[in-house]
């Protein structure tokens, strides 16, 4: 059974530091691109990061220089740090891996707000 579970959400005043995680199983995660949505309330989801199999990566414009998307392949885990936190950055922020139409999971989510 495939589960990808988030975990480091929280609370943070603006311009602090979260780091999420989303640990993967059921997968062979090398294989997966990894991605970060989030969804801030009344708001439609949107993509954050995502990185490659490969390793490549690319960001939203609104946290390109804040946000850093990795992974470590041995511990089937995708991370996402996150600085200069603004309020803006509320959200649910979710995992998702996908390596074809057929084979796409989404985790349940992780919260993370941002007081101002």
């Known amino acids: 059974q495939v589960q990808l579970v988030e975990s480091g959400g929280g609370l943070v005043q603006a311009g602090g530091s979260l780091r999420l995680s989303c640990a993967a199983s059921g997968i062979s995660f090398h294989l997966y691109a990894m991605k970060w949505y989030r969804q801030a309330p009344g708001k439609q989801r949107e993509l954050v990061a995502a990185?490659?199999?490969?390793?490549?990566?690319n960001y939203a414009d609104s946290v390109k220089g804040r946000f850093t998307i990795s992974r470590a392949n041995a511990d089937n885990t995708v991370y996402l740090q996150m600085n200069s936190l603004k309020p803006e950055d509320t959200a649910v922020y979710y995992c998702?891996?996908?390596?074809?139409?057929?084979?796409?999971?989404w985790g349940r989510g992780t919260e993370v707000t941002v007081s101002s």
């Open positions: 990185i490659t199999s490969g390793g490549s990566t």
């Open positions: 998702y891996a996908y390596l074809n139409v057929r084979s796409e999971y």
